[in-house]
């Protein structure tokens, strides 16, 4: 029986770990939970939100613009993010309309596609 997801990984270049850290640490506030040590040469770093987990994880020479393959945060206050994401230079893309969610997408500075939405009252 599956109980709950656990993680989500996405992956940046190997050595972009600082940048990674300012964008999902800093800019969007998620916290950093340590990563086990004998998993630590493998680079990358850990999330955490809500009780799940989410693994910043190394990967060279992907093209992660390509791919629909994303994590989608709700968020309570879609315009505050909309405007502090295009503050520091992400593109937002509106996303197709669902019903009871309003939502945008954008690419974070790797090129992850990231979902984020509200759910309308």
């Keep these: 029986m599956l109980l ?3 993680h989500a990984q996405i992956t940046i270049p190997r050595g972009a770990e600082d940048e990674a ?7 969007l506030g998620l916290k950093e939970v340590p990563k086990p040590e004998s998993l630590q040469a493998r680079g990358g770093f850990w999330l955490e939100l809500g009780g799940q987990q989410i693994h910043i994880g190394v990967e060279d020479d992907f ?3 390509k791919t629909k393959a994303h994590i989608a945060y709700e968020v309570d206050n879609l315009e505050f993010w909309r405007n502090r994401l295009e503050t520091v230079g992400i593109k937002i893309k509106e996303g197709i309309p669902i019903p009871n969610y ?4 954008f690419r974070d500075p790797f090129g992850n596609r990231v979902e984020f939405l509200k759910k309308l009252t």
């Design 4 to 6: 709950k997801i656990h």
């Design 21 to 27: 850290r300012e964008f999902y640490c800093d800019c």
């Design 63 to 65: 093209d992660r613009a």
């Design 102 to 105: 309003g939502r945008f997408e």
